[in-house]
């Protein structure tokens, strides 16, 4: 199955600044998905990020908070603007590759301080 | 949309000893349903799925059964290992929307004790 390399693994951000993760599928996908994972919990899906048009986003995220890029067919970022603490969380891009389940990238740990 | 409701919550097994953890889901179209393991730190692999059109699957000590009828849908861990110990989610394919797009349950936290 494919490879989706995300970046970068962690950081620590101050509040009200932003963070853009990036992730690299090593072969052509047609969506790309972004999820949020708080601790413990189950996986949240943020937006669906189709190649040459706007991201969907789901209830509760919008594109001011969470900018979407989706310039080719193998990569995608997820920026978090203005962060405050309860911006922290796990976040992971994910695509559908093989037949039809989802391979994930190895996720980015953000804590917003 | 779709809604999906996983249990239990947690499960604590022997090693040695069978593993089963269950979902249920509301859309009745939904047609592809996959389980994903969850080690400590890492990312959700997949480690088995189902679609519509089978019963039941297994791969080693793991296999998925699916009840279309009454909705829902288990996955079975046999002869488990401690390397068993993670969080699985299992998860509904939305037919409704773009196409790929998945609802997950709320995980299932399994402590195999040797």
């Known amino acids: 199955s494919a490879v989706i390399s995300q970046k970068p693994s962690r950081d620590i951000c101050q509040r009200g600044t932003s963070l853009t993760i990036q992730c690299q599928v090593d072969s052509q996908v047609t969506m790309m998905f972004w999820y949020r994972q708080q601790p413990g919990q189950s996986l949240t899906l943020i937006a669906t990020?189709?190649?040459?048009?706007?991201?969907?986003?789901e209830s509760g995220f919008v594109i001011d908070k969470f900018p979407i890029s989706r310039p080719n067919l193998t990569f995608s970022t997820l920026t978090v603007s203005n962060m405050s603490p309860e911006d922290s969380s796990i976040y992971l891009c994910?695509?559908?590759?093989?037949?039809?389940?989802?391979?994930f990238g190895s996720g980015t740990r953000l804590t917003v301080v | 949309g779709e809604n999906v409701e996983q249990h239990p919550s947690t499960l604590s097994v022997q090693e040695g000893d069978s593993a089963v953890i269950k979902c249920t889901y509301s859309?009745?179209?939904?047609?592809?349903f996959p389980w994903y393991k969850q080690e400590l730190g890492k990312r959700p692999q997949l480690i088995i799925d189902i679609r519509s059109n089978v019963g039941e699957k297994k791969d080693q000590r793991i296999a998925v059964t699916l009840n279309k009828t009454a909705k829902h849908f288990s996955l079975h861990i046999t002869e488990t290992q401690p390397e068993d110990s993670a969080v699985y989610f299992c998860a509904a394919r939305l037919t409704t929307d773009s196409w790929g797009k998945f609802q997950f349950g709320a995980g299932t936290q399994v402590v195999v004790t040797p």
């Open positions: 859309d009745s179209a939904s047609n592809y």
């Open positions: 990020a189709n190649q040459g048009s706007e991201a969907t986003y």
């Open positions: 994910s695509a559908v590759t093989g037949n039809y389940g989802y391979t």
